[in-house]
C-alpha cells in the first residue's frame, strides 16, 4: 500500500513558508522536481514492507518521493533548521516517516532500522565519499544504496582500471558491491544549482565481500599505493614490503597503482596479511 500525500503544499511553497535557504556550509542543494526524486525511489527498488534510512534529506523532496512507495523511511537530519517542515511531513505520512535529527557520520544505522534497510540519499556533497567508505566497509552491510553524487564523484565510484578516475574510491565500491551509474541529473535540477553535474549511483553488496580483516588491509593498501599514483608500485607500497609484497602478490614492482585491476589490490592485501 503507497502513502497519498496529495495534500501537502508544494516543497517551494513549504520552504518559503518556514523561511529556508540551502545551507553552503552543509553542503546542501534541494532536489525540488518530484519528477526525479519519484524516478530516483524507483530506481532505488524499494516499496511496502522495506525500511528505507535516508540521510541529509533537508526540505523533504525526495524523502516525500521514498514515503510515496510505501516504505518505512527514516531520515537522518543533521540541521534543525529542517526539523519543524520534516515534521510536518511526518504527520502526514501515517507513520511511514520517523525523523532522527544527528550526524548521519556516527549514527548507529543498525539500532535506527532495526532489521534489513536499504540507504537511498541526495547526499550532501561535503561528506558524500566519507559516508559511502563507512557504509561499505563498516558493521552495517545496507541492503542496497542508491545514492546521489557529484558526477565527478559517480564516475571514481564506477571506474574501470586504466581510466583516470580509477583509483581507491572504485577499489573498495567494487570490491564489496556491484556499482553502476542509474541516472545523471544536470545542475538546473537542484535550487540552488550547484557548479556541477551529479549522478545517481545504485550500489548492492556483493555476496563474497572481504572479511573484515581482509578490508581492513585493502584500505591500508589502496590508500598507500594511490597516495602516490604516479610512482611505481615498489616506491608507493615501500612501507608495507614494497617490491618484495608486490612479489609475493604475483605483480610487477614496476606496476603504477592505477594499472592494477580489483583482484590485483585483494592479492596486495592477502600478501600483508601473510
Known sequence: MTTDLSNLPPLRDSLAAHGLMAKKSFGQHFLLDLNITRKIARLAEVGPGHTVIEVGPGPGGLTRALVETGARVLAVEKDPRFEPLLTELAAASDGALSLVLGDALVADEAALAGGPA???SNLPYNVGTPLLIKWLTGPFTPVSLTL??????????VAAPGASAYGRLAVIAQV??????????PAR??????KVASAVVRLVPRADRPEPALLDALQKVTAAAFGQRRKMLRSSLKTLGGAALCEAAGLSPDARAETIPIEGFLALARATLG
Open 118 to 120: 536499504a540507504i537511498v
Open 176 to 185: 564489496t558491491s556491484e556499482a553502476r551509474m542509474v541516472m545523471e541529473v
Open 189 to 194: 535540477a537542484f535550487t540552488p544549482p550547484p
Open 148 to 157: 546521489m553524487f557529484q558526477k565527478e564523484v559517480a564516475d571514481r565510484i
